[in-house]
């Protein structure tokens, strides 16, 4: 009698202990799953469910836009551009005309052929430089350098071949002549005697169009000297505009000589001249 009650005695203890471990293994579990850590890095996951660790989205993969600064427009034009030219990069240039008055800078400059030139009134023009001439094509030359507005470089320092031309110079369209010619346009070169006349400069932008729209463009350009010149007074900077009956308006010329070196030629490659 006495090893029955014993015997029920155990069993019962023994199926309390299982279902207490029972128990155990299930509980928490409330349907949601047991927790554990991901990959042994602490970060906490639910069964069946992705990683609950805070990610970090990568960096967007577009480079950053840094415009160059552009210059104080209370500066006087010519001062403006200096400003620029620094700004793309070139070192140690040389004025090519006396840039210090743009009246007195476009007033020196000549016509030849077919051409008559007369002043643009810039009232309301949204600008920097202050004065600009219009260039009048009146008839149709055999060859379109016929027609010019030039000037000699003032500079009497030497030009050395694969020396560097850069500057700007801004054009539009002034409305008349012939409509089928429009937009107006403009061939920038420099000539010298020395190879008879045969030296244009190999500027990035010839020939110059204005813009179809009748608002002004500026252009930037740059070229290697093509000669070596005792001094920079025995070429002429021409811009040619013997395309046909047409009206070209020009202003803010600018142009500096540069020597030949890495730094400059990085600077040209700054310039975002125009065609």
Known sequence: MKKGK???AVCLLLCIASLSLLAAACGGNNGGGATTTANGTGAMTTAGSTSLASTTLPPTTLPPTTPFPTADPSLPYFQQMD???AQFGFQGGTPLFDMTDETTLLGKFGKSGNVTVSDVDLTGENVPFQVAKLLTVTGTATDFWTDSY???FSSTDPLT???IY???VWIK???GGDPS????QAYLAVKTATDNYGSEGSFTINPMMANEDGTWKQVWFYGEVAVDETKASNATLNLFVGYGPQDVEIGGLYIMLYPA???NYTAEANMPYSF
């Open 83 to 85: 400003f620029m030219m």
């Open 150 to 152: 030039s000037k000699g």
């Open 161 to 163: 071949a694969g020396d």
């Open 6 to 8: 014993i015997f029920r």
């Open 181 to 184: 010619l429009n937009p107006a």
């Open 261 to 263: 070196n890495d730094a």
């Open 166 to 168: 850069a500057g700007c």
């Open 173 to 175: 369209d002034g409305g």
